[in-house]
Nanobody
């Protein structure tokens, strides 16, 4: 049974950094896309970042480009989301997702496995 478990969320002030982790179990995702999405209250789920392939190619949503970095520890089957220069508009529930097969995708409909989400709040 595949499980994705996020951790690292919390309340932070604008301008600071936070790192999220997503631990996968039940299968290895080193060759399949893994991604972070987020959903703010009253808004649709939004693509944040994805990582895919043996070379670890990365992809980012426009709103986080240059501030967020997705990375992975292949041996431990964990992906990370380093969030820098955080803004109040980054406030959302952040979800880790993985595809069972195929290419990297930026639509949440393409992902087969999801974590339970972790709340990130950016406020002074």
């Amino acid at each position: 049974q595949v499980q994705l478990v996020e951790s690292g969320g919390g309340l932070v002030q604008p301008g600071v950094s936070l790192r999220l982790s997503c631990a996968a179990s039940g299968r290895t995702f080193s060759n399949y896309p893994m991604a972070w999405f987020r959903q703010a209250p009253g808004k649709e789920r939004e693509f944040v970042a994805a990582l895919w392939g043996s070379a670890g190619n990365t992809y980012y949503g426009d709103s986080v480009k240059g501030r967020f970095t997705i990375s992975r520890d292949v041996g431990k089957n964990i992906i990370f989301l380093q969030m820098n220069s955080m803004k109040p508009e980054d406030t959302a529930v952040y979800y880790c997702a993985a595809r069972a097969s195929g290419w990297v995708a930026m639509s949440d409909r393409e992902y087969d496995y999801w974590g339970q989400g972790t709340q990130v709040t950016v406020s002074s």
